[in-house]
C-alpha cells in the first residue's frame, strides 16, 4: 500500500511538533486537510498512528517505529530537492516574452539588458506584438501587457506605476487656434489618430468628476506608433494622445503644451504575468526580482 509524500510528511510534522494545529501552520494546511491526510493513511496501512484526545495527540508504539523509519527518508529526499534547487540557483537556457513594443522599449535598457549582463548563461527572446496571445499554449514563458489586459488566471507582478495619457500639441499648432476646453471641441481640432495593432483606430477616453466619454478623434494622419505620433505633434501636424512622464522634458522647455489636463485620470500600468502555478523557473524568478528593483521605470508606455 503506497503513501503519498505528503501524507508521510503529515505523519512526521504532526510527530514532531505534537499537535495537529502546529502541524498544519507549518505545513500551510488547514487542522481538517491534515487530520484526513494521517486518517486516510491509517486507513490504508490498517494501522493507528496516532492516539487523539480533546487535550493531546501522542505516537502510538506502532508509530514511533514508523516515525523512526520515515524521517531519515524523508530528510534525504528534502536534501535531494535543496540540492537540486541550489545547482539551478544561477539562471541558464532562453527566457521567451511576448510583450508589446512600447513595454519593450520601457524595459530593454533598464531590465532586459541588465538581465543578460548580471545571467550570462542566459538567452532572451522577444516577441512584440500588439496583440493579446495565449502565452502558455505559443510557448512563452511569461507576457508584460497593461494591468487592465492581463488575462484573470494569470499572476501579474507590477512594473510600472500609475500612468495616464495627456493631450498635446505645439505652440505653432496653438498659434492661430483656440485650446480645448471639452473633449467635445476636439472636432475642431486636427488630432493625430492612431492605429492599434487589431487595425482599429483608437478612440481617445477622457473622464473627470463622474462623467466619461470617448471621441473618434478626425485627422488626416494615422499612426501606429507613439514615437512617430510624438515626431509628429512636435512638427505641428496636429494634437497627440500619448503617455505623460516621457512627454516632461517637452513640456518644461515649452515645446508641446498640454490640454484637457482634468480630463485624463491615471490608470494602473505594466503588468509582467505568467501562469499561476506552484513553481517559478529560475530564469523567470531571477527577471522578477530584478524588476521589483527597477519598480516605477521611467519611461513611456505607448498605444503600440
Not at 527518508?73 to 537556457?93: F, V, W
Not at 521567451?96 to 512600447?102: V, W
Not at 497593461?146 to 488566471?153: F, I, R, W
Amino acid at each position: 500500500m503506497k503513501a503519498t509524500l505528503a501524507e508521510l510528511e503529515a505523519v512526521v510534522t504532526v510527530a514532531r511538533l505534537g499537535g495537529f494545529r502546529a502541524a498544519a501552520r507549518e505545513l500551510n494546511l488547514s487542522s481538517s486537510a491534515l487530520s484526513h491526510a494521517v486518517a486516510a493513511l491509517e486507513a490504508r496501512i490498517e494501522t493507528r498512528l496516532f492516539n487523539r484526545s480533546t487535550r493531546s495527540v501522542a505516537l502510538t508504539a506502532a508509530g514511533q517505529a514508523f516515525v523512526a523509519e520515515v524521517s531519515p527518508a524523508l530528510a534525504s529526499i528534502d536534501g535531494a530537492l535543496e540540492r537540486t534547487r541550489a545547482s539551478q540557483e544561477r539562471p541558464t537556457g532562453v527566457l521567451r516574452l511576448n510583450l508589446a513594443l512600447g513595454a519593450a522599449r520601457i524595459l530593454l535598457e533598464p531590465v532586459l539588458l541588465e538581465y543578460l549582463r548580471r545571467y550570462p548563461e542566459m538567452s532572451l527572446e522577444l516577441v512584440t506584438e500588439g496583440a493579446l496571445v495565449d502565452v502558455i499554449g505559443q510557448g512563452f514563458d511569461a507576457g508584460v501587457r497593461l494591468a487592465e489586459s492581463v488575462p484573470p488566471d494569470m499572476i501579474a507582478i507590477p512594473i510600472t506605476e500609475k500612468e495616464r495619457l495627456i493631450v498635446v500639441g505645439s505652440p505653432a499648432y496653438f498659434r492661430d487656434r483656440r485650446l480645448p476646453e471639452h473633449p467635445s471641441e476636439l472636432a475642431a481640432h486636427r488630432c493625430i489618430r492612431a492605429r492599434m495593432a487589431s487595425g482599429r483606430t483608437y478612440h481617445w477616453e477622457f473622464a473627470r468628476r463622474g462623467e466619461s466619454l470617448t471621441v473618434d478623434v478626425e485627422g488626416p494622419l494615422t499612426l501606429d506608433e507613439s514615437g512617430l505620433m510624438l515626431q509628429a505633434a512636435l512638427a505641428g501636424a496636429g494634437l497627440a494622445f500619448l503617455a505623460e512622464r516621457p512627454l516632461a522634458g517637452y513640456l518644461a522647455r515649452g515645446e508641446l503644451v498640454q490640454v484637457l489636463d482634468g480630463w485624463t485620470p491615471a490608470f494602473d500600468g505594466l503588468r509582467l504575468y505568467y501562469p499561476g502555478r506552484r513553481h517559478v523557473p529560475t530564469k523567470l524568478r531571477a527577471l522578477i526580482e530584478l524588476l521589483r528593483e527597477r519598480r516605477g521605470l521611467d519611461a513611456p508606455i505607448t498605444n503600440s
